[in-house]
Structure formats: C-alpha cells, structure tokens
C-alpha cells in the first residue's frame, strides 16, 4: 500500500492539523509516514503545503515527486490548483470550495471550480457551510477530512479513534461535534 | 518506543535521551523547532536542562562552550546564517577543544525558503577542522545524537551536525529508546591551559588540531553513517550525500544498479572514495546544497569524470527533488502537468491587526515630505514591509544592518536615513550599531518594532522587549529623543507627527513603537 497526498490551502487554515490526523493513524495502522511541511515566513498568510506520505513499504523521500501525487486535499480552491503539477494522470482533488481572497487579483471563483471538476474523480464540496449548518463551523477540516477519507487507502473509521484523542481534552461535546462533522459527506 | 517527529524534534529527542545538559539557541528557520522541544520536554524539566532562548548566536555558542568546559553535555542551535554570527567562537571551541561533548546544530536553508543566503555549513566544518555528520533521514537525526556525543568527548573537538530544511520539517516515523543515558556529572577539563588561547598554547592546539584529522577521516571511515553499496552496473558510481542519498534511492525505487556510496560523516572518507572511483567508469556527486563533495573531487584540473551540480547535471542552486535526481540519471520521469493560468501568486503578508500596518502607514506619511528619504530594513516580519501595499523599505541584508547601514548611508550624505528594526532583531545585534551612532550623533532615526517576541520564528522569547527605552538611553541616546509611540489607526495622526519631528531633528533618535504581536495575543485568548 502506497498512498502519496498534497495538502494545500493558505496560511493560517490549518492544513496541518489534517495531516497530523491521517499520519496518527497511519502510523497505528503500521504504516511508514513521512509528512514534509511549511514553517517560517509563508505561513503569513500566504500559500502554505504539506506532503503526506504513507506506505506499508520504507519510504526514502520525504518529498513527492512532482506527477506522482494520489490526492490533493486543499482548504481552498485556488490553491488545490497550485499543486496540479504534483498530480498523477490518475490522482484526484479534493477541495473546499469557499476561497481566501486576501490577494487584488484572485480569479473568478467558478472558473477556478470548473476546473477543479474536470479532473475525473474529483469533488469540490463547501466544507465551511456544511461545518455552519452543523453548529461548528471551526470543524470545517474535519468535513473536508471526512471527504477526502475513503481515498486515503486505509479503513476511513479508523480516523475516528485519533480524532476523538486529538480533541479528548477540550470535552465530549467538541468530540462529538468533531465525529459528527467527519460524517458529514464521508 | 514509536513516535512521528519532525527532523528536529528527532534529533531533540535524540540528545535528551544521550544526557544532554544545556540547549542554548537563537530561534532561526529551519531550527527553532530543536529548543523548542526540549523546552515542552518532560524529561528536560525533570533534569533542570538549560533550556531559555540566548540572544544572539554568538552568546548561545560561547554559553554551550561554558557548559562543555564544565563537562557536562550541550547543543547549541541555529539556522546557517546564524552561524556567520557565532563564527568567532565557533572556529575558536575546535582551538580549546570541549571537554563534555559539543554538538554546534546548524539547519541550511537550500532553496532559501526563509532566508537570505543558501550558505552550506559543511564548508565552516571543514575550514574549522571539525568532524561534521549530515543525517539522511529522521531516524539518523535522532541515532547521531549519542553517537556524536561520544566522538566529540573521545577525540575533545566539538562536531558539527547539519540538517537541512526538508530533514528538519519533515515528520517521520521513529523508534527511539525506552530510557535516557545518564547525564555527565560536573567535571573539570584536562589540562584547562588548552582553554586559555593566547598566541603561545594557542600555537600548540592549532598543531594538535593538524594532528587530529588523520584521526577524524578514520572515523569517517569506520562510521555508521558512511556506507559503500555494492552495485553491478560499475559504469556509473554515485556518492550521495545527507537527504540526497533519498532522492537517489526514491528515483531507483530503492533498487539502484550502481555502487553508491552514502556519506553523513564527514570530512570525507578517502578509501571509500578511493574505492568507489576506481571502480566506476563516472561519477555523479549529489547533495542537498552546495557542490561540497562534488567541487573537492573535480580539483582544480575539473576532472570530467566528476558530474553533479557543476556540470549541469544538477541544478547549480536550489535543493533536491525525486524528479532533478531522477532527471540526472537520464531516469523515466512523470512529466507534472501544467499549472493552469488562473492560480495566482499569494505571497506572506503581514496579518491583519498587526502592529506593523499601522507603523509603516505613520512612517510611510511621515517621511513622503522630504525628498529622498531612505528606510534601512532588518530581519524579521516587518521585512514584508518591502512588498506592496507598502514597499516601504530599500534593504534587508543580516540581522541588525538597518541600524548600521542607515548610519553609514548619512555618513555618506543621505537624509533621512532611518533604521526599521524588531525587538528581538535590535538585542541580538542592533544595539552596537547604536553605540557607533551615539559615539558619533550620527543623523539617523531608528525605530525599534517592539511586538514583545521573536514572531517570524512563531513567538519566542525576546529577551530586550519592554524595555529597549531604557536599553537606549543606556547606550546613550539622548532622552529627549527616545520616543515610544503605539501602533493603532486612531493613534495615526498622533504618530506621524512624533516620527516627522524626529526625522527632522538632526541627530540621533529612537522611536520605539509598542503594541503585542497579534498572533501571540490571539493565542492568550
């Protein structure tokens, strides 16, 4: 089993408590992990990127090669886009669809939709309104994690055991709230 | 014991389990994360492991250094350019020699992700005499530590160990032991005169330090980090370096034809190398960084059988991918799709609510009245202030040069001339630029960004803020023109006024101006 994930979205969102998720239960599922990411100036509100790695196999680089990426996971639309060249011919995308339009020049969102849509397999889902409808909207990752579970090459349900630890000291009720969100379109 | 650390949290965990005493660091990316570990360690608070931020590189080297000479165990951690500032005493401790074990951790930046310069530690090991050791992979950073200490104590030399951005802040699987090693107790050197380094035993440690490196490139030789891999296909023989014996193994898919010789050991195992280029008919040199290795084995004749960075083969500047490693190898590569039109730039940005916005909107009105005024820029958050909306500032250069290059810039004439410098940039090395200032009442205003931390590193410690009124006025500036003004729009007016009474002074001034961090008060909240 090999599984090779871009995480993407703007500085500040949170991709990485996402990819802190899938690499915990990657790695009690007995998986190898390596999980490259961005710290220092670009986390300013800028574009920011992990790679996620996670094979049964040893896994030499911690980077992805570029073409080769299984699945994109973006927070926001636009920047799903940026990494299209990580993309395998077969690899899909699966993104939030409300941008961050914090730049003077940020393209017409359907546009950037569309586009999304055209690679085959792909889902653009607004993670943040279905997080509000639910009462949470700061578990709008959660949502989208749950989107993005069954292309994760492993038993989706497993993820709820780490999301239950990650949130376990905050209360049963940001738990649930939590659970309820990663079922949300799972 | 299996864990998911990043490249610095391993080797963190690595020297805390090898009984480590004193981490010393200034924050700087790609490190901070190293200090910042043993700080949330259980284990360092249990053992009263020093573990406060130092002020500048310099002071954490020297400090480290002190804990050494007392026997005991100490890293001190910085990013590369850091250790352009702790270079003094740096290239002196392989002079005195350590007495319990001295790892000087420095992470490059190739690519420059966060950083001015894509300088290669390795060179400083080498100009300062020193073993060096360059971990492949996460479990290496946490597997050298112990391994380090005892080859630093053994042979009395401290040892560099560099890491680089994608070993650093990559997570990775671990194992890493169930018990820590028991730390050193306190105990004096062995002859101390080695410590005392004027001309005459200095003279004498220097011969020894000679005399040593025979013994260094042995333990090169025999070391667990170097291996000589076998490989059928001898018309081609890699040597690979650090991270980039992955990108080697990734682009073969763990199955390389060709006799590859792994080095993280350094200086440079010769027989290995010996062996390896008798054997092969061509030799392609990869690293993670400059051509090191690459432009030592080409010599000054360019040997033509030597390829990597140098002749193309590679990218000149710039770290590593699967794909430039498998490119070189003339491998099969997945050609990445284009990426379409629409995605457009999205650079860092100052956050909203910060109290940078409001001091560059005051400076920026203050100064449009003078004709050619220059604003000299520092190292920090505040250097995005050279990006629109603001384009504010004509420099960045090293930690403290806006204090210093504004002073020379009115020597030479120019008028305004003004520093824009952080708290945390000002006391690692703003504040002796401000002491040449009052020496001479140099024309030039300074502001000091005081936000309360270190905040492009993510919000450490920053040990002057507060307080750099008072830090000034000690230094010498005049009082009458040491200002602290408050970084808020309904402020606006108010500051630009104090800012355009202060450019027209002729003389030195220090506006301070205060406000918190926004991202460390969300974080209170």
């Given at each position: 089993m090999?599984?090779?994930?871009i ?30 990411e ?19 196999d ?33 690899g899909?995308?699966?993104?939030n ?24 397999g ?9 997080a509000?409808?639910?009462?949470n909207p700061?578990?709008?990752n ?8 069954p292309f994760?090459g492993?038993?989706?349900?497993l993820?709820?055991?780490?999301i239950?630890?990650l949130?376990?000291r ?8 939590n ?8 | ?26 924050p ?26 130092s ?18 165990r100490?890293?001190v ?17 392989a ?7 001295l790892l ?7 690519s ?5 310069n ?29 391994y380090?200490?005892?080859?630093s104590?053994k ?6 160990i ?13 194992e ?19 410590f005392?380094l ?12 000679c005399e ?12 667990p980090f ?9 018309s ?12 080697v ?30 054997k ?20 000054p004749?360019?040997d ?9 083969h ?8 699967p794909?430039?490693v ?95 410098i ?20 140099a ?39 040491v ?15 104090t ?27």
């Open positions: 090999k599984k090779d994930i995480l993407a979205g703007v500085g500040g969102q949170g991709i990485l408590t996402i990819a802190t998720i899938i690499a915990q239960t990657a790695l009690k599922a007995g998986l190898n992990v390596r999980q490259p961005v710290h220092g100036m670009s986390q300013r509100g800028g574009a920011v990127e992990a790679h996620l790695r996670l094979s049964s040893h896994i030499y680089s911690d980077l992805i090669a570029p073409g080769t990426a299984d699945l994109i996971i973006s927070v926001e639309p636009m920047e799903a886009l940026r990494h299209l060249d990580s993309l395998s011919p077969t899909i995308i699966v993104s669809a409300k941008p961050i339009i914090n730049i003077n020049d940020y393209p017409e969102v359907e546009k950037i939709i569309a586009a999304i849509e055209a690679i085959k792909s889902k653009v889902i607004d993670a943040d309104k279905i509000a409808d639910l009462g700061r578990s709008m959660i949502v989208l994690l749950g989107a993005a579970a994760l492993f038993d989706p349900s993820l709820e055991a780490t239950a630890s949130f376990e905050k209360g049963q009720a940001v738990v649930d709230a659970l309820k969100a990663f079922h949300a379109i799972i | 014991m299996k864990k998911i650390l990043l490249g610095d949290e391993a080797y963190a965990q690595g020297v805390l389990d090898a009984g480590l005493s004193g981490c010393y660091a200034y700087g990316t790609p490190s901070t994360e190293i200090m910042e570990y043993v700080q949330n360690s259980k284990l360092a608070a249990e053992r009263g492991i020093h573990r406060e931020w002020s500048n590189e310099k002071t954490a080297m020297e400090e480290a250094l002190g804990v050494s000479y007392a026997g005991k100490a890293i951690c910085m990013k590369h350019v850091g250790l352009n500032v702790a270079g003094d005493g740096f290239v002196n401790s002079v005195t020699g350590t007495n319990g074990g000087v951790t420095v992470a490059d930046d190739p420059m992700h966060s950083s001015q894509e300088q290669d530690s390795r060179f400083y090991a080498q100009f300062a005499m020193i073993p060096c050791i360059e971990p492949s992979s996460q479990q290496e950073c946490y597997d050298l530590a112990k380090a200490f005892e080859l104590e042979n009395e030399i401290p040892v560099l560099r890491l680089t951005t994608r070993l650093s802040h990559s997570r990775s699987n671990i890493t032991a169930d018990a820590p090693s028991a730390m050193n107790d306190l105990h004096a050197p062995n002859n101390p005169r080695r005392v004027l001309p005459a035993i200095a003279k004498g440690n220097v011969k020894k330090l040593k490196q025979a013994d260094f490139a042995k333990l090169s030789e025999e070391s170097n291996k000589l891999i076998d490989g059928k296909d001898t081609l023989g890699i040597v690979a370096t650090g991270i980039a014996y992955n990108y193994m990734e682009a073969f898919g763990g199955n390389c034809p060709y006799p590859i010789l792994k080095i993280s050991q350094y200086p440079l195992p010769k027989k290995m190398l010996s062996t390896l280029l008798n092969c008919d061509k030799i392609m040199v990869v690293e993670e960084g400059a051509p090191f290795v690459e432009s030592q084995l080409r010599g004749l360019e033509p059988r030597i390829m990597g960075r140098l002749t193309g590679l990218p000149r500047t710039g770290e590593l991918n794909y430039l498998a490119k070189a190898f003339d491998l099969k590569v997945a050609e990445p799709p284009a990426i379409p039109d629409l995605v457009k730039m999205r650079p860092p940005r100052l956050c909203d609510g910060c109290p940078h916005v409001s001091t560059y909107n005051a400076l920026k009105e203050a100064i449009a009245k003078f004709e050619d005024p220059r604003v000299f820029g520092d190292i920090g958050c505040y250097t995005l202030g050279a990006l629109p909306p603001f384009q504010a500032i004509s420099s960045c250069v090293d930690m403290g040069a806006s204090v210093t290059m504004a002073k020379g810039a009115a020597d030479a004439g120019i008028h305004p001339s003004v520093a824009v952080g708290d945390s940039t000002f006391t690692h090395s703003g504040m002796t630029g401000i002491l040449d200032a009052v020496w001479e009442n024309n030039i205003t300074v502001m000091i960004l005081d936000n309360g931390t270190t905040g492009m590193t993510g919000g450490q410690t920053s040990i002057g803020a507060g307080r750099l009124e008072t830090i000034c006025i000690g230094l010498g500036v005049n009082p009458d023109h200002k602290v003004i408050t970084p808020l729009p309904q402020k606006h007016a108010e500051n630009v006024e800012i355009a009474a202060e450019l027209k002074y002729e003389g030195l001034s220090v506006i301070v101006s205060r406000r918190e961090c926004i991202q460390t008060l969300r974080r209170k909240k």
